[in-house]
């Protein structure tokens, strides 16, 4: 499955899909909090579906994208009722907006909180980071720590932030893209905290994956405008303001210090990726990878 397009506008989403489903492009609307996606279910469909989106943001007002609707019998309306959701419904826009990697790094995270709650110092002594990286024969200690989370406030964040961006690569690039960058954003992070805090252990949590994740998909779309999604200024603006109050300090007497350099290190790590592979599938004419 493949992003076309994201539009702010329920009923302009969904003039253009029924148009799309009228001339035999197969195609979903999927509901998000700030925007709704038309994805195509089949990737031979994307050049001539690319084509259409074209014509229409030309000339949205064209009376054959409306008589569409009426053929297919769907009502335009301008907002959804989340009231009116059951919470089936619920559940498959959260699945809707994932995917199995972006699910099974939540568990995890999930599972692991629970047995460091339940056993304590074990769980943690066999993920935390190596003391000593060059003797250590406990290879997926430089991965682990990112599964370590210290309270519920701390692995909420996280996985909100996770659930968002990295649903977002896997389902508009590919399972792989997304586990590729998760290694790298968490290999890259857990050493320089670890550096930082002069090769110390005592850090954990997933959110300098989700830096990474966030410096990815800022830059991905920069690097290669043809990709059917955007992250909004605000987002970045927050999230950059975050880090700067982190190295501030001001909140480690209330919530502890902070793993700033694991913040750091994992931006930086995703604005590399999102430049080089936004890049690299330009030139190669890709708008984004189909899904895996």
């Known amino acids: 499955m493949i ?3 994201a539009f702010q506008e329920h009923r302009m989403a969904l003039a253009l899909s029924d148009y799309l489903k009228s001339i035999g492009i ?18 031979q469909d994307s050049v001539r579906a690319e084509q259409e989106l074209h014509h229409f943001l030309n000339n949205p007002q064209d009376a054959r994208y409306w008589q569409a609707s009426w053929q297919t019998g769907q009502v335009i309306k301008q907002k959804i009722d989340p009231n009116a959701l059951t919470f089936k419904q619920v559940l498959d826009n959260m699945w809707a907006r994932s995917g199995i990697v972006t699910l099974l790094v939540a568990l995890l995270c999930i599972f ?23 003797n250590t024969h406990e290879y ?8 370590l989370h210290f309270s519920a406030m701390h692995i909420i964040f996280n996985l909100i932030w996770w659930w968002d961006l990295g649903g977002l690569i896997e389902r508009t690039q590919s399972k792989m893209q997304l586990l590729g960058v998760f290694l790298a954003t968490a290999l890259l992070s857990n050493l320089g905290q670890s550096l930082a805090f002069g090769n110390a252990n ?12 966030l410096g990815y998909v800022w830059l991905y779309p920069l690097a290669n405008p043809r990709v059917g999604f955007r992250l909004q200024p605000a987002i970045v603006i927050f999230m950059v303001g975050w880090l700067v109050v982190g190295y501030s300090g001001i909140l480690d007497n209330i919530i502890g210090q902070m793993a700033n350099e694991a913040h750091l290190m994992g931006l930086l790590t995703g604005i590399i990726l999102g430049c080089a592979f936004g890049l690299l599938h330009r030139l190669n004419g890709l708008p984004k990878l189909p899904s895996s």
């Open 3 to 5: 992003e076309l397009a």
């Open 26 to 43: 197969s195609n979903v609307i999927e509901v998000e909090p700030d925007r709704f996606s038309l994805i195509l279910h089949h990737e």
């Open 112 to 134: 692991v909180y629970i047995a460091l709650l339940a056993a304590g110092k074990p769980v943690f002594d066999a993920l935390s980071y190596p003391t000593n990286i060059k």
């Open 140 to 147: 997926w200690r430089l991965i682990t720590p990112v599964f």
């Open 202 to 213: 005592n850090f954990g949590g997933l959110s300098g994956v989700v830096y990474g994740l």
